[in-house]
Nanobody, 120 residues
Framework: QVQLVESGGGLVQAGGSLRLSCAAS????????MGWYRQAPGKTRDLVAI???????NHANSVKGRFTISRDNAKNTVYLQMNSLKPEDTAVYYC??????????????WGQGTQVTVSA
C-alpha cells in the first residue's frame, strides 16, 4: 500500500514562506494524482491545490498567486510552496494521492497532516 510522509510545516510570521513536501512510498503502485488539502478549526477539509500525473494543476482561489504546487515524478514527491502567508492560512495541511496497484483498485490515500501556523 501507499504511504505518504509529509514535512515542512511549522510556525511562521505573516508574510513569510514555507515549503511543504510529501513523498509517496510503496511497491507496485501507480499514482494518478497528488494534492494538498487543509482544515482549520470549525471548518471543512478543503482542497488547496492538486496536480495530475501529466502536470495539470489547479489551485483554490484563496491561494492563487501565493501558493504553487509542483511534482517530481521520479521521486514520487509533491511540493507546496507557500509565499505571502496570512493568518487565515493557519490549518492542518494534508497530503493526498490517488493510486492503484495489482491488488488494489484506484484508492485515495492521506498523510497524517502537518500543522501550519501563521502568526500576525
Amino acid at each position: 500500500q501507499v504511504q505518504l510522509v509529509e514535512s515542512g510545516g511549522g510556525l511562521v510570521q505573516a508574510g513569510g514562506s514555507l515549503r511543504l513536501s510529501c513523498a509517496a512510498s510503496g511497491s507496485g503502485f501507480s499514482i494518478n494524482a497528488m494534492g494538498w488539502y487543509r482544515q482549520a478549526p470549525g471548518k471543512t477539509r478543503d482542497l488547496v491545490a492538486i496536480i495530475t500525473s501529466d502536470g495539470i494543476t489547479n489551485h483554490a482561489n484563496s491561494v492563487k498567486g501565493r501558493f504553487t504546487i509542483s511534482r517530481d515524478n521520479a521521486k514520487n514527491t509533491v511540493y507546496l510552496q507557500m509565499n505571502s502567508l496570512k493568518p487565515e492560512d493557519t490549518a492542518v495541511y494534508y497530503c493526498h494521492t490517488r493510486a492503484s496497484s495489482s491488488s488494489h483498485p484506484l484508492t485515495a490515500y492521506w498523510g497524517q497532516g502537518t500543522q501550519v501556523t501563521v502568526s500576525a
